[in-house]
């Protein structure tokens, strides 16, 4: 990576309006295109959409295979939606397909229409006519099929891989039936458990993982990122699913989760905060000033907190409670020398790991901040400033787009100190933190002349000159800060190797 002269005079033409003491120094690499100008390797899927596509296929399937719709959802809910795979294993041998998917090339006989007959479940008797079956045709009344399909339907997405209720028998439950017997209500769960199955089936869709969210997602691949934004707003990794974590990588990422979680950092704390039992080496956390202690498992032991000698015999050198005020050479040595050298490591790791998270959390909740001071912006203020400036929202954009490059610096910045914890180059640490100190003091100039600066204007207190000094100001610094973060997340990829 370069840093030489040219390369740390980062700006585009020094024609930067606002004072010298407020141009952020950066620099370290030429410039690069902006993120937000990237190119999309995905592409968003309303449902709409995704039913489209999953018509298609039933369509294709049944007219290739010369089979009904229903029969052709059967097979490819079996395979997962893949129409090569059923291509290949039906033509290869259409009767061992038929059977393990459920599918019969002949019913068994129906008998005559105003024939009674006995339902198998509720054992009453009805006309031939008012019974349903499957590709079996195995009869049972249109009552015990609404129970079985609503037990299954409200027992979650099972019910699209349902066989008829004889127990020996394999042939499929399709959607033909759920339309006959089962309530709207009913109809709705299914078809939304159908519809899901066509993305969660897919190799290359994925659900939008946001709350709430009904998009998905085709991912086509070709380039190193999985970043997605959503038309939700919500910003994901396509790989992981984890929110979006350039410049970090997906296996970095999960240990940071975990070691964020509790559980990852009791050892730690129990290291750090306790000492273990002389006897039953279980954990003790002294909850009281003195430091008579007693072991609350099963061992009952009494010690002291300061020496871990035992307490009956504490005294008996010095005839008084507390022998061990003196320092013993002889008496540090052993194993308790090795439990105070742990202590103090873990105590350490503690420290490093509180250092990384503490920054880490507060870009986090400065990021969530900036959505909403952006939501503000544009329900609330961008309406006010255009009235007290005469102008229109439209010509107020460019502080959109300031609180737009705001959170996603935001973004980057929190995920580059688990990138930092994880980094164990001395030599890269240092610069890496050198790049990291210069973005987070940049993005603190740009977001505190998006809020204060911006503010002042809001509340009626500057003049029409001072708002077009603040709109180069503002829109310089944007352009700036992203440009460094594009600049950063590519370094950090590279390993800082660039």
Sequence with gaps: MSNSDDDMNYYSDGNVS??????????????????????????????DDVRKHQEDAIKRVSTVLSVTETEASVLLLHYQWNVSKIDDEWFADEERVRRTVGILKKALAIGHRFLEVTCRICFDMFLHKDMESVSCGHVFCSTCWNGYLRTSINDGAGCLMLKCPDPSCSAAVGRDLVEKVCSEEEKIKFENYFLRSYVEGSKKMKWCPAPGCEYAVDFAGGIESYDVSCLCSHSFCWNCIQE?????????ISQWIYKNSAESENTDWLLANTKPCPKCKRPIEKNKGCMHMTCNSVCRFEFCWLCLGDWKTHGEKTGGYYACNRYEVAKQKGEYDEVDRKRQMAEESLNRYTHYY??????????????????????????????????????????????????????????????????????????FEYLQGEAESGLERLHKCAEEELNVFINAEGSSEDFKHFQTKLTDLTVITGTYFANLVKALEKGLNC
């Design 18 to 47: 606002y004072d010298e003491e407020d141009e952020p120094d950066y620099g370290f690499v030429e410039e690069v295109e902006d993120s937000h100008s990237s190119k999309v390797n995905y592409l968003v899927l309303k449902e």
């Design 244 to 252: 979006a974590h350039r410049p970090v990588d997906c296996d970095t």
């Design 358 to 431: 503490e920054r880490w959390l507060s870009n986090h909740k400065s990021r969530d901040t900036a959505i909403k001071a952006l939501e503000k912006l544009q329900s609330e203020n961008l309406k006010k400033l255009s009235d007290i400036l005469s102008t229109s929202e439209t010509q107020l954009s460019f502080i959109a787009d300031a609180w737009l490059q705001i959170i996603e610096c935001r973004r980057v910045l929190k995920w580059t100190y688990p990138y930092g914890y994880y980094l164990g180059d001395h030599d890269k640490k240092v610069f």
